[in-house]
Nanobody, 121 residues
Framework: QVQLVESGGGLVQPGGSLRLSCAAS????????MAWYRRAPGKERELVAA???????SYADSMKGRFTISRDNAKNTVYLQMNNLKPEDTAMYYC???????????????WGKGTLVTVSS
């Protein structure tokens, strides 16, 4: 069993910042990657950013420069720093745990319940 618990969502004004956290626990010893996904109202789920235990990262093009993913391996926690937030960033943000092969990331088996981010004035 793998448990992923997100926190840090909330209401923020356009241009503001938020930092999301995701704490992983359980049988995570075989997993070497974590990621943030989001699902906006009426849209498909999309990858925001991913990070391996070694620090390799991948970002969706639209998030580059505004969002930063990081992790604390000792705490089994991944973070998403979101700056210059826009109304279109409003979504449920989900943490995922998976694998990094050295070439690509793979997620889909382990998900958190999500944390809601609302960007509005």
């Amino acid at each position: 069993q793998v448990q992923l618990v997100e926190s840090g969502g909330g209401l923020v004004q356009p241009g503001g910042s938020l930092r999301l956290s995701c704490a992983a626990s359980g049988s995570i010893f075989s997993l070497n990657a974590m990621a943030w996904y989001r699902r906006a109202p009426g849209k498909e789920r999309e990858l925001v950013a991913a990070i391996s235990s070694g620090g390799s990262t991948s970002y969706a093009d639209s998030m580059k420069g505004r969002f930063t993913i990081s992790r604390d391996n000792a705490k089994n926690t991944v973070y998403l720093q979101m700056n210059n937030l826009k109304p279109e960033d409003t979504a449920m943000y989900y943490c995922a745990a998976g694998y990094y092969s050295g070439s690509y990331f793979r997620f889909g088996d382990y998900w958190g319940k999500g944390t809601l981010v609302t960007v509005s004035s």
